[in-house]
């Protein structure tokens, strides 16, 4: 059974910094797409950043580009998403995911998802 359980989520103020971590377990990720995505109030879902488990990529929303950074560790089998000069927009849960096949920013590619974390920047 595949598991992925994310951590790291908390309350920021804007300018700040937070690392979020992926554990997956349930199987072996080799050639998946993992990738990040959130969802803000009252909004949908919305693609973050993606890597291949063998570390191929990354991409990034350009929302994000040049402030956060995926990235995995295979030894943990945990990938994680460092976020850094964090902005009021950014507030939303964060949900990491794994793809089998297809491009990892494509949310429709997903097939497995976690339970979600919340990240809160306060102005």
């Known amino acids: 059974q595949v598991q992925l359980v994310e951590s790291g989520g908390g309350l920021v103020q804007a300018g700040g910094s937070l690392r979020l971590s992926c554990a997956a377990s349930g199987r072996t990720f080799s050639n998946y797409y993992m990738g990040w995505f959130r969802q803000a109030p009252g909004k949908g879902r919305e693609f973050v950043a993606t890597?291949?488990?063998?570390?191929?990529?990354?991409y990034y929303a350009d929302s994000v580009k040049g402030r956060f950074l995926i990235s995995r560790d295979i030894t943990k089998n945990t990938f994680y998403l460092q976020m850094m000069s964090l902005k009021p927009e950014d507030t939303a849960v964060y949900y990491c995911?794994?793809?089998?096949?297809?491009?990892?920013?494509?949310?429709?590619?997903?097939?497995?998802w976690g339970q979600g974390t919340q990240v809160t920047v306060s102005s």
């Open positions: 890597i291949t488990w063998s570390g191929g990529g990354p």
């Open positions: 995911a794994a793809s089998r096949a297809g491009w990892g920013g494509r949310e429709a590619n997903y097939d497995y």
